[in-house]
């Protein structure tokens, strides 16, 4: 069974950064498509940030510039830099393992990021 698990959410002032984490236990994490995905208040969730196992990255336009997602495969871990916050990036934020080829498919516990003064 794949666990994930968040950290780093918080309340921050507009401008402002935070960098999440996202420890995977119980899968292969090296091979995995990683994701933080972002759901709002009466939104559909939404993905943010995406990396494969090739390292390659992929994001949402309104967070290129601001967002670097990057991962760590001796750690198990995928992380989420989020600088120069605003207010519409406030949201409950998911950390997403994939396997596609396996079926593999787990979803962490989601972190709340607040973003206002």
């Known amino acids: 069974q794949v666990q994930l698990v968040e950290s780093g959410g918080g309340l921050v002032q507009p401008g402002g950064s935070l960098r999440l984490s996202c420890a995977v236990s119980?899968?292969?994490?090296?091979?995995?498509?990683m994701g933080w995905y972002r759901q709002a208040p009466g939104k559909q969730r939404e993905l943010v940030a995406g990396?494969?196992?090739?390292?390659?990255?992929d994001y949402a336009d309104s967070v290129k510039g601001r967002f670097t997602i990057s991962r760590d495969n001796a750690k198990n871990t995928v992380y989420l830099q989020m600088n120069s916050l605003k207010p519409d990036d406030t949201a409950v934020y998911y950390c997403?393992?994939?396997?596609?080829?396996?079926?593999?498919?787990?979803w962490g516990q989601g972190t709340q990021v607040t973003v206002s003064s």
């Open positions: 997403n393992y994939r396997v596609p080829w396996k079926g593999a498919d787990y």
């Open positions: 990396t494969s196992g090739g390292a390659r990255t």
């Open positions: 119980g899968g292969i994490f090296s091979i995995a498509v």
